[in-house]
Every structure is written in C-alpha cells, then in structure tokens.
C-alpha cells in the first residue's frame, strides 16, 4: 500500500511539473460561463470592474486565449488602445488558432495604421473563422487597408 501510495505521489508531481492538470483544465473549461460576470460588467459600463475580473482570469489562465482578448476587449473600450494591443497579441501566440484575437488586433493595427499587419490580421482571422457572419465587413476592412499602402 505505501508502495502504491509513493507511486500515487510521484504521478501528482509529474503531472504537475509537466503541466498536465492545468492544460487539461484550460481546454476543458466553458470560457463563456468563465467569463460571463466580467462581460456582464463590460456590458453595464463598469469597465474597471471588468477589467479587474479579466486580469483575474489571465493570472490564473496565463495560455487561455480567450481570457486575454477579453482583457484586450476592456482595456480597448477603456481607451487604453497599447495594453489592449498587447493583450490581442499575447492571445494570437498562446492560442495561435483562436480566430477572434486576429480579428480585434487586426482592429489595433488599422488604429495605428499598421495596413499590411491588419491586413495580415484579417486575413489570419478570415482562415480561422471562415463562417464569421461579419464576413463581408471584413472583406470592406481589409480593402481599405490595401487601399492605405
């Protein structure tokens, strides 16, 4: 029985050394039901409250995409466009494949009139999302951008 339980222990550490119960966790979340208080705040126009429910969420989510996006969505609404832009860019390399995050720093650059990396943006999201129902407002965006160089 000690034996079993030495072995027992031992598989805990692994897993956690590898990180094994957080990426498990993180994939199996309901990141809508996760994040619904902080977009219900966003909503009513408590956006420094939203803010500090996101930042709780990236703390303790650091590779969860969409955590940092929803950061990025009320440090954007907020006015502060580069923290916003930093938390876009930080949800497109943890979550390479979470079309939303392209489409907002896509948003970004345009504001910054960064045109072939919004365009690059667009078109990342475009592959990702290909049922996006702003499709055709998308395809305006990224004419515009081409447009600007």
């Given at each position: 029985?000690?034996?079993?339980?030495?072995?027992?222990?031992?598989?805990?550490?692994?897993?956690?050394?590898?990180?094994?119960f957080s990426q498990v966790?993180?994939?199996?979340?309901?990141?809508?039901?996760?994040?619904?208080?902080?977009?219900?705040?966003?909503?009513?126009?408590?956006?420094?409250?939203?803010?500090?429910?996101?930042?709780?969420?990236?703390?303790?989510?650091?590779?969860?995409?969409?955590?940092?996006?929803?950061?990025?969505?009320?440090?954007?609404?907020?006015?502060?466009?580069?923290?916003?832009?930093?938390?876009?860019?930080?949800?497109?390399?943890?979550?390479?494949?979470?079309?939303?995050?392209?489409?907002?720093?896509?948003?970004?650059?345009?504001?910054?009139?960064?045109?072939?990396?919004a365009i690059n943006s667009?078109?990342?999201?475009?592959?990702?999302?290909?049922?996006?129902?702003?499709?055709?407002?998308?395809?305006?965006?990224?004419?515009?951008?081409?447009?600007?160089?």
């Open positions: 029985m000690k034996a079993n339980r030495k072995n027992l222990v031992l598989v805990l550490i692994l897993a956690v050394l590898t990180g094994t966790s993180a994939k199996d979340k309901d990141w809508n039901k996760e994040l619904e208080k902080g977009y219900h705040e966003l909503k009513m126009g408590n956006i420094d409250e939203s803010i500090k429910i996101f930042q709780g969420k990236v703390n303790k989510n650091p590779s969860s995409g969409k955590c940092h996006c929803a950061l990025g969505e009320a440090l954007k609404k907020k006015g502060q466009h580069d923290p916003a832009k930093k938390e876009f860019l930080l949800a497109t390399q943890v979550e390479p494949s979470f079309g939303e995050a392209f489409y907002h720093l896509g948003q970004c650059y345009e504001f910054d009139n960064q045109w072939q990396d667009y078109r990342r999201y475009k592959e990702l999302a290909p049922e996006a129902s702003n499709r055709q407002a998308l395809e305006d965006r990224i004419s515009f951008c081409e447009g600007k160089i």
